[in-house]
């Protein structure tokens, strides 16, 4: 799987143009399924609202965005193009306006439309997503400081540790890297630690 970005969590954002409001909400989706979804909750959320103007974007190149009313390009494409040119996948993003009874224009539109999802995204965690492995390695309490070093040095992250009997490292590395890693962690513990990789899975590495 090509690593990609994506965003951690929901976020709100909110802009002001020309009385108007505007209110991007951004959130990670899995898949068509959950991005329509989100979409109808935010769109009963603001019902009253004369606008809710959504894009979203999903691995293997799916877009799709509406005006909602808006003049055509004027509302919808700014706020695809926002999130494209983050760089972001599997999110969806509406956009919430409140007319305020001043006419924006079609300049104004996509300016606003435009900012207000880069706002979203800016007040977002983005992430990457990769495909990761998590070895289990069991080590003497006096083998932990050395073997988290040489873990770190060899690109793995520490996710959890117990200290029992001995001293249980949850070592998460990228898919691929899991015999460097072993080669690694042998050659540091003099073939004291004990490793047990598990199954590939994805996740924000």
Known sequence: MAAYRTVAARVT?????????FIAQLAPVASEEEALAFIEEVRAEHRMARHNVYAYVLRGGRVR??????????????TLEAVQHAGLEDVAVVVTRYFGGVLLGTGGLVRAYGDATRAAIDAARVVTVSRVVDVLA??????YEPTVRAAEAAGARVQDADFGAAVALTLRVLDGQQDELARVLTEATAGAAELLPGEPFDAAF
């Open 138 to 143: 069991e080590v003497p309490y006096r083998l």
């Open 13 to 21: 954002a909110e802009i002001v143009e020309k009385r108007s409001r």
């Open 65 to 78: 965005y509406t005006d909602d009313g808006e003049p055509p390009k004027t509302a919808g494409m700014p």
